[in-house]
Nanobody, 125 residues
Framework: QLQLVESGGGLVQPGGSLRLSCAAS????????IGWFRQAPGKEREGVSC????????NYADSVKGRFTISRDNAKNTVYLQMNSLKPEDTAVYYC??????????????????WGQGTQVTVSS
């Protein structure tokens, strides 16, 4: 059974850090670009970051550049999102998803067809 599981979310104060994990089972992530997305209440799902299958290319939304870092460990079949200097506007449910195909479209949620269940990130004092 193919499964993606996000973890690592939680409640953190502004300026704090979290590391999200996206673990796959039932398939290998090696052949996929992986995107991280988030969706806040009442808002559309938006691309946060993505990483190519080799890990050699990454992309970030302007709102998170310099604060978030995406990485992957193909040996562990896991992709990570390190989030530093968190702000209240980062509050959302965070999702990861696999994409086979052009890395150039990896920030577009409508290009993805399979999603994990998400992990809640709340930034609040």
């Amino acid at each position: 059974q193919l499964q993606l599981v996000e973890s690592g979310g939680g409640l953190v104060q502004p300026g704090g850090s979290l590391r999200l994990s996206c673990a796959a089972s039932g398939f290998t992530l090696d052949y996929y670009n992986i995107g991280w997305f988030r969706q806040a209440p009442g808002k559309e799902r938006e691309g946060v970051s993505c990483i190519s299958s080799s890990g050699g290319s990454t992309n970030y939304a302007d709102s998170v550049k310099g604060r978030f870092t995406i990485s992957r460990d193909n040996a562990k079949n896991t992709v990570y999102l390190q989030m530093n200097s968190l702000k209240p506007e980062d509050t959302a449910v965070y999702y990861c998803a696999p994409l086979r195909g052009l890395f150039s479209v990896c920030m577009q949620p409508n290009r993805y067809h399979y999603w994990g269940q998400g992990t809640q990130v709340t930034v609040s004092s």
